[in-house]
């Protein structure tokens, strides 16, 4: 009887699949639904599937290198494919995947499902994908291994006898290491000659090629372990001076490097001061990063945007530290007068400990009547931590759908619960404005400030109705409690 009812519900299954829409394609990318899902997935081994949502502005971040992904992963020998499903208009599809926070990708090998760990840009994209339908290394001729070193940002090849210890032990050890393998395309031969033409004498050799600074770069290290090679990978994978693009986002953000940007235009009268810039990078290689921005185009305006830099900021200099809840240090003296001494003292200070961090912050507001208080990284003691009231404070980004969507709700409740003396319900930009010691990892965050207890922040945990929020601050405001009580007795 059960093998019926199999029978049955997979017959049902192609009878629904036979008549669901086939997927469109956009940019290269397919364009998954309720109705056309399943029928999709079981046509690919291998599928990279991004659940977004419109609004999302990290998904439209992605939306460009994951679109350039899929065009260049469509032009491999075997294609392999992207797929994306606006998950704000599939639910089905949606639900069934428990999608929570956007973008969200999975791996699917076979119809079977993995989580996605890879980066945001193009090629790293590329390189986790070919890393998982792919052996670590690939063997190439000398030719071969010239004509694909052309079409990749960063691979590096091993020159030897793949039965020794250093190739199969260490080399391939390397090749699955999440730390490199989604930046590098990794490939080996037993070719002297080949080696010889690309500086490497020595074998086994290892050489890895780039499109800056030196092309080629040959191991000169002296033991031939795992961890020292993925160090030198690492470090090598990035420009001296970077200029800023999604490529080097996962190296300064997601390795929690800390980096020094200089912030300028691309007038002739920045050329003077942004080439002594350049000389400090060389300097300096290896102590921090140097990184040279605009702030007035796609992901160089958001990143101004994110450290504070605006147009009537240029030029500047600022210091990010991504491994010390992204602090931001500036440069006292004015950046058309740096030397390579004075930014060398700037590096050694902040990694001395010396510098005071910068937080961003925007004007308190003149007027600040309005049931819901704003909060800004000046007036935040005052307003939620140097007082006796209890507080509810949302820390909201403009582009945010959650944000957007709670707002009247909000409003709201800062309306009813107006005349409760000792409550304030608070709100801040949390793009625009920063406080010691409050890290804001998502949006919105929902926290509040109790009365006497105010360097021990409740999270928010209920619902996100008025009702629900009212029910939370009677269990958690002493003050609105008093209120409600009073208001019981009255009636």
């Given at each position: 009887?059960?093998?019926?009812?199999?029978?049955?519900?997979?017959?049902?299954?192609?009878?629904?699949?036979?008549?669901?829409?086939?997927?469109?394609?956009?940019?290269?990318v397919?364009?998954?639904?309720?109705?056309?899902?399943?029928?999709?997935?079981?046509?690919?081994?291998?599928?990279?599937?991004?659940?977004?949502?419109?609004?999302?502005?990290?998904?439209?971040?992605?939306?460009?290198?994951y679109?350039?992904?899929?065009?260049?992963?469509?032009?491999?020998?075997?294609?392999?494919?992207l797929?994306?499903?606006?998950?704000?208009?599939?639910k089905?599809?949606?639900?069934?995947?428990?999608?929570?926070?956007?973008?969200?990708?999975?791996?699917?090998?076979?119809?079977?499902?993995?989580?996605?760990?890879?980066?945001?840009?193009?090629?790293?994209?590329?390189?986790?994908?070919?890393?998982?339908?792919?052996?670590?290394?690939n063997?190439?001729?000398c030719s071969?291994?010239?004509?694909?070193?052309?079409?990749?940002?960063?691979?590096?090849?091993f020159?030897?006898?793949?039965?020794?210890?250093?190739?199969?032990?260490?080399?391939l050890?390397?090749?699955?290491?999440?730390?490199?393998?989604?930046?590098?395309?990794?490939?080996?031969?037993?070719?002297?000659?080949?080696?010889?033409?690309?500086?490497a004498?020595?074998?086994?050799?290892?050489?890895?090629?780039?499109?800056?600074?030196?092309?080629?770069?040959?191991?000169?290290?002296?033991?031939?372990e795992?961890?020292?090679?993925?160090?030198?990978?690492?470090?090598?994978?990035?420009?001296?001076?970077?200029?800023?693009?999604?490529?080097?986002?996962?190296?300064?953000?997601?390795?929690?490097?800390?980096a020094?940007?200089l912030?300028?235009?691309?007038?002739?009268?920045?050329?003077p001061?942004?080439?002594?810039?350049?000389e400090?990078?060389a300097?300096?290689?290896?102590?921090?990063?140097?990184?040279v921005s605009?702030?007035?185009?796609?992901?160089q305006?958001?990143?101004?945007?994110?450290?504070?830099?605006?147009?009537?900021?240029?030029?500047?200099?600022?210091?990010?530290?991504p491994?010390?809840?992204?602090?931001?240090?500036?440069?006292?003296?004015?950046?058309?007068?740096?030397?390579?001494?004075?930014?060398?003292?700037?590096?050694?200070?902040?990694?001395?400990?010396?510098l005071?961090?910068?937080?961003?912050?925007?004007?308190?507001?003149?007027?600040?009547?309005?049931?819901?208080?704003?909060?800004?990284?000046?007036?935040?003691?005052?307003v939620?931590?140097?007082?006796?009231?209890?507080v509810?404070i949302?820390?909201?980004?403009?582009?945010?759908?959650?944000?957007?969507?709670?707002?009247?709700?909000?409003?709201?409740?800062a309306?009813?619960?107006?005349?409760?003396?000792?409550?304030?319900?608070?709100?801040?930009?949390?793009?625009a404005?920063?406080?010691?010691?409050?890290?804001?990892?998502?949006y919105p965050?929902?926290?509040?400030?109790?009365?006497?207890?105010?360097?021990?922040?409740?999270?928010?945990?209920?619902?996100?109705?008025?009702?629900?929020?009212?029910?939370?601050?009677k269990e958690?405001?002493?003050?609105?409690?008093?209120?409600?009580?009073?208001?019981?007795?009255e009636?």
């Amino acid at each position: 009887m059960k093998k019926i009812f199999q029978v049955l519900a997979l017959t049902a299954a192609l009878l629904l699949g036979s008549v669901a829409a086939s997927a469109e394609v956009d940019e290269g990318v397919l364009v998954l639904t309720d109705a056309n899902f399943d029928e999709e997935l079981v046509k690919y081994d291998y599928l990279l599937v991004e659940f977004y949502a419109p609004w999302c502005g990290h998904c439209k971040q992605l939306a460009p290198e994951y679109a350039k992904a899929a065009q260049r992963l469509a032009q491999n020998d075997p294609p392999y494919h992207l797929a994306k499903v606006d998950a704000t208009e599939q639910k089905q599809v949606a639900e069934r995947f428990g999608i929570k926070g956007f973008p969200t990708l999975f791996f699917f090998k076979k119809g079977q499902k993995t989580e996605y760990n890879g980066g945001r840009t193009e090629n790293e994209i590329v390189n986790w994908i070919l890393k998982k339908v792919g052996p670590p290394s690939n063997e190439v001729s000398c030719s071969e291994l010239k004509s694909k070193v052309e079409g990749t940002k960063l691979a590096v090849a091993f020159f030897g006898e793949t039965e020794s210890r250093e190739f199969s032990e260490v080399f391939l050890d390397v090749a699955q290491n999440p730390a490199v393998s989604d930046k590098y395309q990794f490939f080996h031969l037993n070719d002297k000659e080949c080696a010889q033409s690309f500086g490497a004498s020595n074998s086994p050799a290892l050489v890895i090629f780039r499109k800056f600074d030196d092309p080629t770069v040959v191991f000169g290290g002296a033991s031939w372990e795992s961890t020292p090679i993925v160090d030198w990978l690492q470090a090598s994978s990035v420009p001296t001076l970077i200029t800023f693009s999604e490529d080097f986002i996962e190296p300064i953000f997601g390795q929690r490097k800390s980096a020094i940007f200089l912030f300028r235009s691309n007038s002739d009268a920045d050329k003077p001061f942004a080439k002594i810039f350049a000389e400090a990078a060389a300097s300096l290689k290896g102590s921090i990063l140097f990184v040279v921005s605009g702030v007035t185009e796609g992901i160089q305006q958001r990143l101004g945007e994110f450290i504070g830099v605006g147009e009537g900021n240029l030029p500047t200099l600022r210091i990010l530290d991504p491994a010390n809840n992204m602090k931001k240090y500036n440069f006292d003296g004015k950046a058309e007068s740096i030397t390579v001494e004075s930014l060398t003292q700037f590096v050694n200070d902040f990694k001395d400990g010396k510098l005071s961090a910068f937080l961003k912050s925007e004007d308190i507001p003149a007027d600040n009547s309005e049931p819901v208080k704003v909060v800004v990284g000046k007036n935040f003691k005052q307003v939620v931590t140097d007082n006796d009231n209890d507080v509810l404070i949302e820390f909201y980004a403009p582009w945010c759908g959650h944000c957007k969507k709670l707002a009247p709700i909000w409003d709201q409740l800062a309306t009813d619960l107006k005349d409760v003396t000792g409550l304030t319900i608070a709100k801040m930009d949390a793009t625009a404005n920063e406080v010691d010691g409050v890290d804001i990892r998502g949006y919105p965050t929902l926290k509040f400030y109790p009365k006497g207890s105010k360097g021990a922040p409740v999270d928010y945990d209920g619902g996100r109705e008025l009702e629900n929020f009212k029910e939370w601050l009677k269990e958690k405001s002493a003050n609105y409690k008093a209120f409600a009580a009073g208001r019981t007795e009255e009636l």
